[in-house]
């Protein structure tokens, strides 16, 4: 089967490709790029759409298995096509813990029977995520797991964190660990200041942040690990990165797509749809994490997507669960930037293309002969109004619920077959 998608604004960040052209594909790998040449079995007028890359989401969450309420693989795939992504990563915070070989290998064989999205599952670093124990890396590792992460919860013993890491190092494993002090932060729930305390909430200090990523990247220099900095949120957490990497540290960084969007006045009225975790910092933080985009020294933007069912998000902001749903919004908070003349669209897509890929050592997210043709097709100018009800997800707490927003996915492709169109 040959199919031809012609008349395309081709972009490809990998290869700095920004032409209008062709692209071939045959048997679920791209063939040929720029020229319409040879005969083909189906013929797609993009009609100037953009042709790029499928996105490559480093960090997913899902309730399944133990929480399908919350959200399925299945759920999960249907709303990242919607969003135009092709490949994610799922977190291994689900009940059970994703700690061992059988359960990794589960994900794999779940995902191959219910979802159309390439989905990679990342292994715990430690069993149960209890910070105690180091879990079987090695052999998760050659069953399929990416990278190994303890999930929002930071390993609090050093001595478990060095030994994790040096054998992750042993075995050219990535580690994905989240920034935080936890005893600086346990109860907090938003960003600590001058608002939080007006609104008389409990603050996450910037702080806490800090202390956690000196740590790790101490660490991961004396260890030889390859660290991902999992969703920096402050201008100084980018600089300690970027001093770090000078001094040889294998680092690379992750920022969630709604904190190039939101600061913490977003917050409001109470909002819990807007509460996460780390927060929405101050609008010189938000400023900061963009120009570090446009800099090149943001790696990866990910979705961050945590579903939680609307009983855990209308509580009080104090009580309510932190999470929100993403896969659907992370093209379209990208290419606002790119309306605001912030990046171009080759920077928007090199984050969530080629970088992730290059991560965790996938051929996806990019346009080159012989790489799978996982592809969307999108018109970067459209505008929409993100409204939860329309959202695919099981569980609909998009801090971008009432948004008018720029962007739209109009078809995804996924081995060479349209698996979603608008």
Known sequence: MKTLIENARLLCPANGIDETGALLIENGQIASIGEANGKADQTIDAAGLCLAPGLIDLRVKTGEPGAEQKETLATASRSALSGGVTSMVVMPDTNPVIDDVALVQFIANRSRETAKTRIYPAGALTKGLRGEAMAEMGLMSESGAVFFTNGDLPVSQPSVLRRTMAYAASCGA??????????LAASGVMN??????????????????????????????????????????????????????????????????????????????????????????????????????????????????????????????????????????????????????????????????????DIIGVPQGRLAEGAPADLILFDPEKPWLCERENLLSRSLNSPFDGRRMVGRVMHTIIGGEIVFSR
């Not at 990535?174 to 005893?183: F, G, I, L, T």
């Open 174 to 183: 990535v580690v994905a660990s989240r920034a935080d002090e936890h005893a």
């Open 192 to 357: 600590s200041g001058a608002l939080a305390a007006r609104m008389g909430l409990s603050g996450l200090p910037r702080e806490a942040e800090w202390i956690g990523l000196a740590r790790d990247l101490l660490i991961a220099e004396a260890t030889g690990c390859t660290l991902l900095v999992d969703q920096v949120s402050t201008a100084r957490s980018v600089q300690m990165v970027k001093q770090a990497r000078q001094n040889g540290v294998k680092a690379y960084t992750s920022v969630a797509a709604h904190h190039l969007f939101f600061n913490e006045l977003d917050v409001g009225d109470y909002l819990t749809y807007c509460k996460v975790n780390p927060p929405f910092r101050s609008e010189d933080d938000r400023q900061a994490l963009v120009d570090a985009l446009t800099a090149g020294e943001i790696d990866a933007v990910v979705s961050a997507h945590d579903p939680q069912p609307p009983e855990e998000k209308r509580l009080p902001f104090a009580e309510a669960s932190f999470g929100a749903a993403g896969l659907e919004t992370v093209l379209s908070a990208l290419l606002v930037l790119v309306q605001d003349e912030r990046i171009t669209l080759l920077e928007a897509l090199k984050p969530v293309t080629c970088r992730p890929a």
